[in-house]
């Protein structure tokens, strides 16, 4: 088998309610709202990272009910940052929101590790997390042997 060249296109998220997403994710988390839209009476949005007209994150409103962490599916979404203080940025705009975090502020994603950030849920209680690649070194480690990730 030959070795991939796929890569994340972008990532569609079932909400109870656009309206109340779109706010967290437009002006929350800073996603450029790209276009919006209606199909059979279910509304759409795809939001970009500002750079380009790329979608990098849509939201379909079509679900009944909010995230459920035990069944099949998505565990968690990922967006990386480019430095600590960038993710310590986005935790105080959570805060300011009043989202609660997993755990208490920026933690490593094992122990000893460099890398880590905020681990979070959106208003329909799917699972997030800011990260960043370097930086945080020495920062606590919920978990004594699973990546920080994998639990939350």
């Known amino acids: 088998m030959p070795t991939t060249t796929l890569r994340t296109g972008h990532v569609g998220l079932n909400v109870t309610d656009l309206d109340r997403s779109l706010a ?3 002006d929350v988390l800073g996603f450029a709202l790209l276009a919006q839209g209606m199909q059979d009476e279910r509304r759409y949005a795809f939001l970009g990272d500002g750079d380009s007209d790329r979608p990098v994150l849509t939201l379909w409103q079509q679900a009944g009910q909010s995230y459920e962490e035990a069944a099949a599916g998505l565990h968690h979404l990922a967006f990386s940052s480019d430095s600590v203080e960038r993710v310590r940025e986005y935790e ?3 805060r300011a929101h009043g989202v609660t975090f997993a755990h208490e ?3 490593a994603h094992s122990e000893g590790a460099d890398s880590g950030g905020l681990f979070f ?3 329909d209680g799917t699972r997030l997390e800011i990260f960043v690649g370097h930086g945080v070194k020495g920062a606590p ?3 004594e042997s699973a990546p920080t990730c994998g639990f939350f």
Do not use: E, T
Request: charged share 15%; no cysteine.
């Open 24 to 26: 967290f994710y437009r």
């Open 92 to 94: 105080s705009a959570l």
């Open 105 to 107: 502020g920026v933690v």
């Open 121 to 123: 849920h959106d208003p």
């Open 141 to 143: 480690a919920p978990h």
